[in-house]
C-alpha cells in the first residue's frame, strides 16, 4: 500500500503484543498466554474443520496463527501478489481510522451506509430487493453446512475480487457479503429502542456509547453487510439491517472496508 511506504505504518497485526495493554481488556484475573502465544499474528478461519462439538463455540472454527497480516493472509509465507483486486483485511478499525486521516477521508456512519446499501428503495431487506431465492447470483456467502462444508454455489469457496457480483441500482458493489464493512458509529444493542421516533430522525450519527452484553468490557464499533462465511442457518448478516460489533483493535480473514 502506498501509505504504508510513505508513513511506514505498522497494522495492528504486525505489532508485537503487549499483555499490560490487553489484560485491560480481559475479565480481571484471567491468566496470561503463554509468551508464544503474544507474537504478532491474528485469528484465522481454520478451512480444514470437519466437524464442531457445539456451534455457540466459534473458537472451534477460528484460530490464532502468528505472522498473519495484510501482507500474508494465511501466514508468513503467503503472498497478496495477484490479489489486487482482492478485498483488503486483516485491517483493524484503528488502522482503517489513521488511513483515513492521512487520506483526507472518513468511514461511512451506519445511516450513511445502509442508505447506500438500499439505494432508492428504503423497504428493500438485500441490496437487490426482497427476494432471496437469487442470494447466490447477487452476494458471495457460505452455502452448505457451516462451518465444515461449503457448496460454493455462488462461485467461490472463501472471499471474492470485488465487482464479482452486480451493483445494487445505484451503482454500489459488494455491500452485502464478501467481508464485513466497518462505519464510524458506535454499537449499542439498546440503540433503535432509545430513539425518539416521535419525529423524524434525518441522518443519525449513532450512539453515544458503545454498550453489548457479549462483550462488556470492550468498546466495539458497527460493522455492516456480512461475510462470505454468513449462512442463513447461523449468521444471516447479508441483509441491510443487520450488523455486528467489532472492536478497534480486531482483525481478521474477513473484515474490511
Not at 78 to 102: M, Q, R, T
Not at 160 to 176: K, L, Q
Request: aromatic share 14%.
Amino acid at each position: 500500500m502506498v501509505w504504508v511506504e510513505v508513513t511506514n505504518y505498522i497494522t495492528i497485526s504486525e505489532r508485537k503484543i503487549d499483555w499490560e495493554v490487553m489484560k485491560s481488556q480481559v475479565p480481571e484475573g484471567n491468566p496470561k498466554p503463554h509468551d508464544s502465544i503474544l507474537q504478532p499474528g491474528s485469528l484465522i478461519f481454520n478451512k480444514n474443520i470437519n466437524s464442531v462439538a457445539n456451534m455457540s463455540n466459534y473458537s472451534q472454527w477460528w484460530s490464532w496463527k502468528t505472522g498473519v497480516n495484510w501482507k500474508h493472509t494465511s501466514g508468513p509465507e503467503s503472498s497478496i501478489v495477484g490479489k489486487d483486486n482482492y478485498p483488503l483485511v486483516y485491517i483493524a478499525l484503528e488502522d482503517a481510522l489513521a488511513y483515513f486521516k492521512w487520506a483526507n477521508r472518513r468511514l461511512p456512519t451506519e445511516a450513511e451506509w445502509e442508505s447506500a446499501a438500499q439505494d432508492s428503495n428504503t423497504n428493500n431487506i438485500y441490496t437487490w430487493g426482497n427476494d432471496y431465492s437469487v442470494l447466490n447470483t447477487n452476494v458471495n456467502t457460505w452455502q452448505g453446512v457451516i462451518p465444515v462444508k461449503n457448496e460454493s454455489q455462488d462461485g467461490f469457496e472463501f472471499i471474492a475480487p470485488v465487482e464479482s457480483f452486480p451493483p445494487n441500482s445505484i451503482g454500489f458493489y459488494d455491500m452485502m457479503g464478501n467481508v464485513w464493512e466497518l462505519t464510524s458509529d458506535l454499537f449499542n444493542i439498546n440503540y433503535y429502542k432509545e430513539l425518539d421516533i416521535t419525529k423524524p430522525i434525518v441522518n443519525p450519527k449513532g450512539a453515544v456509547k458503545s454498550y453489548s452484553q457479549n462483550n462488556p468490557y470492550q468498546v466495539e464499533y458497527v460493522m455492516k453487510g456480512g461475510s462470505f462465511l454468513c449462512n442463513a442457518s447461523y449468521c444471516t448478516s447479508f441483509i441491510v439491517s443487520a450488523k455486528m460489533g467489532v472492536t478497534i483493535n480486531s482483525e481478521s480473514d474477513h473484515i474490511g472496508f
